[in-house]
C-alpha cells in the first residue's frame, strides 16, 4: 500500500521567511513523487516533480529516501505562494497518484 | 481544447437523484482520470481510462458510481440515487499516454441537499 502524509494541515510564515512544507511517504518501491498547487480560485496544478530537480518559483524539493520524504522548501516566501500545496507520489502504476491532504500556506505581509 | 474542461461547475441535487458530470479531456490526451475531493480528504483517486476503456476503476467507492468514456474523449461520471456524503469537487484530469503529468480541469463542485 501506497501512503502520503502531509502532517501539518494549516502553516502560517511572514513574507521573506525561509518556508518548509513537509511531505512524508510510504511505499516498498521506487517512488516518483511531484508537488501541486491550487492557488485560490484556480485549478489544481503541476509545481514540481522529483525526477526534473528543478525549482519552479523558487521552490525545491528533494527526495531522500531515507527518511521517505519530500519536502518542499523556499528560503523566501512571498505573499503570492499563499496557496494549498498538495504532495503526491506515483508507485507501482504509471498513471495512479496518491495524494496527502495537503497543507494551506498563507504567507503573511 | 486548450485545457480539460468539466461541466457543470457546480451542481446542487436533491438526496436520491441522479447526476451526471461531464469532462472533456484535453485534445489528443489518451489517458483521462476522475479524482474527487472532500473536505479534509485531499484527493482520492475514483478511475483511470485509456481510451475508451477503463483498466483500473478501483476507487470508484460503490455500484452507485459509474463512468463511461467515448471516441476517446469526452467522459461522463454518473452517480446513482445520490447521497449527502457524495457532495464533493470531483476532479477530471488528462494526460498523453499513461504518465502521470496530469492537467486537471477546474471540477465540479456536487452538493447534495
Known amino acids: 500500500a501506497q501512503r502520503v502524509t502531509q502532517p501539518e494541515k494549516l502553516l502560517s510564515v511572514f513574507k521573506g521567511a525561509p518556508v518548509e512544507l513537509k511531505c512524508n511517504y510510504s511505499y516498498s518501491g521506487s517512488p516518483e513523487l511531484f508537488w501541486y498547487v491550487q492557488y485560490s480560485r484556480q485549478r489544481l496544478q503541476l509545481l514540481l516533480r522529483?525526477?526534473s530537480r528543478e525549482s519552479i518559483k523558487g521552490f525545491t524539493a528533494d527526495l531522500n529516501k531515507g527518511e521517505t520524504s519530500f519536502h518542499l522548501k523556499k528560503p523566501f516566501a512571498q505573499e503570492e505562494d499563499s496557496a494549498m500545496y498538495y504532495c503526491?507520489?506515483?508507485?507501482?502504476?504509471?498513471?495512479?497518484?496518491?495524494f496527502g491532504k495537503g497543507t494551506l500556506l498563507t504567507v503573511n505581509p | 481544447g486548450a485545457g480539460v474542461s468539466q461541466s457543470p461547475s457546480n451542481k446542487v441535487t436533491e438526496k436520491g437523484k441522479d447526476v451526471e458530470l461531464r469532462c472533456d479531456p484535453i485534445?489528443?490526451?489518451?489517458?483521462l482520470y476522475w479524482y474527487r475531493q472532500s473536505l479534509g480528504q485531499g484527493l482520492e483517486f475514483l478511475i483511470y481510462f485509456q481510451g475508451n476503456s477503463a483498466p483500473d476503476k478501483s476507487g470508484l467507492p460503490s455500484d452507485r458510481f459509474s463512468a463511461e468514456r467515448t471516441g476517446g474523449s469526452v467522459s461522463t461520471l454518473t452517480i446513482q440515487r445520490t447521497q449527502q456524503e457524495d457532495s464533493a469537487v470531483y476532479l477530471c484530469a488528462s494526460s498523453f499516454g499513461g504518465g502521470v503529468g496530469y492537467t486537471f480541469g477546474s471540477g465540479t463542485r456536487l452538493t447534495v441537499v
Open positions: 503526491a507520489l506515483s508507485g507501482g502504476s504509471n498513471y495512479k497518484l496518491t
Open positions: 485534445s489528443g490526451h489518451t489517458a
Open positions: 522529483h525526477i
